[in-house]
């Protein structure tokens, strides 16, 4: 396997997207939401789209468009012309709708609960089992989890105006996690009274 998985800081990314279907309104709408400036280049575009911020260009700006952007998405039906955008980004980073392996992003179907980000990737071997896997962990994901996230990060952030040791500190962070006062709190969504034993606890390590 010849792919790993990392994230793609997107906030004032430019991205050229070719197509204007079903495929390349989802990507659209993906990285309009994450912050990046997107155009796209076809003959209609989704309302929303516009509303959201992005240009619809002609299909005969290609070359300028690839020129302007950061990453380059082909979600085209026209094949002749995907294979002509492929050709000409050169070292952009490209993502293929239509033929993944010959890009060199994958767009993972992925999904969002509270602050956490969950992308599933099947190394391109079965996208419908990538929706069924989906929906499998975000039925195992509870709102205490939620919560758990909201602590660690309020603790995390708390120990290190007080602890200078990374290692003393993670260790700090499983005693929060396994606290059955704190994993009460949780359970009764006493998110305030939680953080007040944290802040507790943290001064009688001073």
């Keep these: 396997m010849d792919w790993t998985s990392l994230y793609l800081k997107t906030s004032d990314l430019n991205v050229f997207i070719l197509g204007t279907g079903e495929v390349a309104t989802r990507r659209a709408n993906r990285f309009l939401d ?5 155009k796209l280049a076809g003959n209609n575009m989704d309302e929303e789209l516009l509303l959201k911020g992005a240009v619809l260009c002609s299909t005969e700006e290609v070359d300028e468009l690839v020129e302007w952007c950061d ?4 979600a085209s039906g026209d094949e002749k012309l995907c294979d002509y955008v492929y050709k000409i980004s050169g070292d952009k980073l490209v993502n293929r709708a239509d033929y993944p392996q010959e890009g060199n992003i994958i767009v993972p179907t992925s999904f969002s609960i509270g602050d956490i980000e969950i992308s599933i990737f099947t190394n391109g071997k ?12 975000q039925s ?13 990060d ?16 993670r260790k700090c962070l499983y005693d ?9 709190l949780i359970r009764n969504n006493e998110i305030d ?14």
């Design 140 to 152: 195992i994901i509870t709102e205490d989890d939620i919560l758990e996230i909201e602590l660690q």
């Design 71 to 74: 990453l380059v998405v082909i």
């Design 193 to 206: 009274k939680a953080k007040d034993y944290i802040d507790n606890l943290i001064r009688g390590l001073q």
């Design 176 to 184: 929060i996690f396994e606290n059955e006062i704190i994993n009460d």
């Design 126 to 137: 079965s996208p419908l089992m990538a929706r069924q896997l989906r929906k499998k962990i």
């Design 34 to 38: 994450h912050g990046a400036c997107v």
């Design 154 to 169: 309020y603790a995390r952030n708390q120990l290190k105006d007080v602890i200078d040791d990374q290692k003393e500190r």
